[in-house]
């Protein structure tokens, strides 16, 4: 029998690469007035990326806030920014891909170079790329014997957008010197044309009380709303939060002592859902005439189900770069960041914040570490979409040179599905097969085999194979003896 065949064609969009690269961005401060450095806040945004042949270009703005003691012991802010591009290379990028960018400062370092201060930040970026590609299934073959299932087909949805997030609040100080904001996504929805996203805004302020500083830390919740015309059903989507500026207004109120605070941030939203179609796919075919030569197609997704939110508060010893004795008085701790990566059964890494103290009646500061790993129970092993941010930092000397600290932890995690679909994408038609001619053949089959494994092994189909076979139950033991009638033909 000839082999007559069907096909169905299409596109869909797909994640293709996940792609990291590091950059070094330097600014100088200068001035004859700037003592020393007591603390440095680098904030990066993105402002475009572009993917070309073999290569995305991406590029940023970095704004650094240094806080000085100047030659009156007195702390004193000063802010510059600068505009940097970098580039990534992957030999399968085109141009008609989709990047998606996220910039993040992965470590700052502060040098004296005379009268003035280089800070160079490492500024990292994770590029997730998006391609088209076609959809070839086949449908019927007819003079074929062919294996169906239903399956989800997924195609990926790129988003992005803007959101404003405004608060106000008092302050128990006399100014804010640093306003450091991370902004974490609790839980992100899909709605009919629009992504809903909730989450909270982790506020840490180093501020100044009576002269000296202070660290105080405000949680802002947030809930924001983006268009998007590929929504249309409800379905949970994976999104991170970029701070991409922190306005703030500070009014000093004499009477009551205090700051009133106006605070404007912006956000920035990056993140996928992906659509979803059920159908039916042919996963496999024989013929009981010739061979076939086969053609599969498989498609990989990572649909979110869940987005679960851990709280975790840790402690223990720290490690700090200066000399820390019974002579320091510690003033404030402020700028906590995370820094982690996946385990097993959770995430291990390390806080670190600046410290303020006093010793000796000057103003120093320190970098402090504090070390740490969470079980996050009930999370996908494969899970790797998880964000942390740091909600205060508490340290205080246990013994002399030894200094405790402890902090709460807030995550979210994006739990992701790996799933994956093969189909039969084309199929020919080969040698025809040596037929057996005896009436009767007993077939001894392996342990485990299917329905399916054993009517392909035995040219049968798997209707024949049950109606000579009633007491067969799959999968197989392998301790079965199957019976293969074959009618005699002219």
Known sequence: MSLSTQYSSGTYLGRIAVLKSQSIVEIRFSGQEIGEASAVYPQVSLTSCEVSSGRVNYGGRLVITLVYTDENSKLCRIQKGAEFTHYCDDERLA???????????????????????????????????????????LTEAQGAVVDRSNAKLYTAVAFS????VEDDFDCNAEDVLIPAAEALVLDCVCRAGAIEISGEIYLSLLAVRDGKPVGLDRIIPFKSEIACEQALLSRKAVCLAEVREVSLN???????????????????FTGR?????????????????????LTFAEECATPCTEIKVYTERVSGLCAA????????????????????????????????????????GEIHSTEVNLPFSVILSGLNACCKDITVAVCGVNIRQRAEGECEAEAVLKIAAADCENVSVKYLSDVTEGEPVKVNCSALSVYIPEAGDSLWDTAKKLLQTPESIQATNPELAFPLSGKERILVYRPKTD
């Not at 989709?98 to 994770?126: K, P, W």
């Not at 500070?250 to 920035?268: I, W």
């Not at 402020?334 to 000796?360: H, V």
């Open 250 to 268: 500070a009014r000093v109120n004499e009477e009551r002592g205090k700051c009133d605070v106006e605070l404007v941030a912006s956000l920035g």
């Open 95 to 137: 141009p008609a891909h989709t990047g998606q960018c996220v910039l993040t400062c992965e470590r700052a370092q502060i040098r004296r170079d005379g009268s003035s201060y280089v800070v160079a930040v490492v500024v990292g970026a994770e590029i997730s790329v998006y391609a088209s590609s076609e959809r070839n299934m």
């Open 321 to 360: 770069k200066a000399k820390l004795d019974y002579t320091c008085a510690f003033l404030a701790t402020a700028l906590p960041k995370a820094e982690f990566a996946r385990s097993e059964d959770g995430i291990e890494g390390s806080i670190s914040a600046t410290l303020l103290y006093e010793q000796n």
């Open 161 to 164: 957008g803007e959101s404003e």
């Open 273 to 293: 859902f992906y659509d979803e179609e059920e159908v039916s796919v042919i996963t496999d075919a024989f013929s009981c005439d010739s061979s076939l030569n």
